[in-house]
């Protein structure tokens, strides 16, 4: 109905069908019926339409079949809405006034912009200085715009994501960054740099001083210059597992970062290294692997295998929302048991947390393994 304020679409006047009662109701709860059709009949700017009928105890009567709203303020008053409509009416001229470029996402997100009513016009000034600024280069700490502060924006990040793709050019957004966490990347503004953690296994194999042991942080930019001489790294998602990591020769080990792998993408001297993840041994584990190897095809699970779950049986977990999703780029028997904790073959949402493995356990399976980096 909202949206016919925008688009002038007539809706009125409207027949709405009514379901009468049936000839046995009528028979057995003549009263109901009556008391019924009196209230119908009753209620103010409905016009009823009724349809006669003749019954074999009670002779020839007729009942409301159908109710007819003539215009637009019969139907507001009727559902009580009018503060509503009111609202909507306001919303509806601002965008009129300020951002024609968005009735068409007004008038297929009616209530969408109704709950948001009391901030649309911050929303529209933010479109408008977007429309004047595509793709700034600055943080949005750093917007100007009068009444509109950072978390404003933060909080609004969904809705504002729907307006700006209607009213940016297609040049002022990058498509490759989705989600509320891509707002930033997808219009152009500066991004907090990412960190990313990471710890020599072998300290022969560095091309800078560090201190024996250290856990070394640094933004994304820099890590992908990096290049140390390894021949291998294990990505480990727990972080005291990533902190306890023995040494490996020609090795490194880099802490997890769940599904965010994009700037680690940027490391692609990571290319000629084995690359091994050692995730938990659940669904999610499982997406995260399938999420590196959009980044690294190459990258290999270990202690993730159905072996090791079903020998630490004694230590497994439940896992409180499993993913359920289909993961392409799983191994035939990592997908193998990925289908089964899907499907809860080996029991309800089973989960064994990385955590819980025993150090020789870790040990036997790394087994000190390395080569020389591709020439």
Not at 54 to 62: A, E, F, K, Q
Not at 285 to 293: M, S, V
């Amino acid at each position: 109905m909202l949206a016919s304020l925008v688009t002038g679409e007539p809706l009125f006047p409207k027949r709405l069908p009514i379901r009468g009662p049936k000839s046995a109701d009528i028979t057995e709860r003549f009263d109901e019926v009556r008391n019924w059709a009196a209230a119908l009949r009753a209620m103010p700017r409905v016009r009823i339409e009724e349809r006669a009928f003749r019954h074999r105890l009670l002779g020839t009567n007729s009942l409301p079949c159908a109710a007819w709203l003539d215009g637009m303020e019969d139907a507001v008053a009727l559902l009580g809405k009018a503060s509503d409509q009111a609202r909507f009416e306001r919303t509806l001229e601002l965008t009129h006034r300020h951002q024609p470029v968005l009735l068409e996402w007004l008038g297929k997100r009616p209530l969408a912009a109704l709950e948001r009513a009391g901030d649309w016009e911050r929303l529209l000034a933010v479109v408008a200085w977007m429309r004047e600024h595509p793709q700034p280069g600055i943080y949005l700490r750093q917007m100007d715009v009068p009444g509109v502060h950072t978390k404003f924006i933060e909080k609004h990040r969904g809705l504002l994501s729907e307006l700006l793709d209607c009213a940016l050019p297609e040049t002022a957004i990058d498509g490759n960054q989705t989600g509320a966490r891509r707002f930033e990347g997808r219009y152009g503004f500066r991004t907090k740099p990412e960190r990313i953690r990471f710890r020599m296994l072998d300290a022969s194999c560095a091309n800078f001083s560090f201190r024996p042991m250290a856990d070394i942080e640094t933004d994304a930019a820099t890590f992908a210059k990096l290049e140390p001489m390894v021949s291998q790294a294990f990505i480990v998602e727990n972080e005291i597992n990533f902190l306890a990591f023995p040494d490996v020769p020609d090795s490194m080990a880099i802490f997890g970062a769940g599904y965010g792998f994009h700037d680690l993408g940027e490391a692609h001297w990571l290319d000629n290294c084995r690359l091994r993840y050692w995730g938990d041994i659940d669904t999610h584990g499982f997406a995260i692997l399938d999420e590196l190897r959009t980044h690294f095809p190459h990258a290999e699970s270990f202690l993730m295998d159905r072996a090791t779950l079903l020998g630490c049986k004694q230590l497994w977990g439940r896992e409180q929302a499993p993913a359920t999703r289909d993961l392409p780029r799983l191994s035939a028997a990592e997908k193998s048991l990925y289908e089964d904790l899907c499907a809860n073959r080996l029991g309800e949402s089973v989960r064994l947390e990385q955590e819980r493995i025993g150090f020789a356990q870790v040990r036997k399976a790394i087994g000190g393994e390395s080569r020389k980096p591709h020439p």
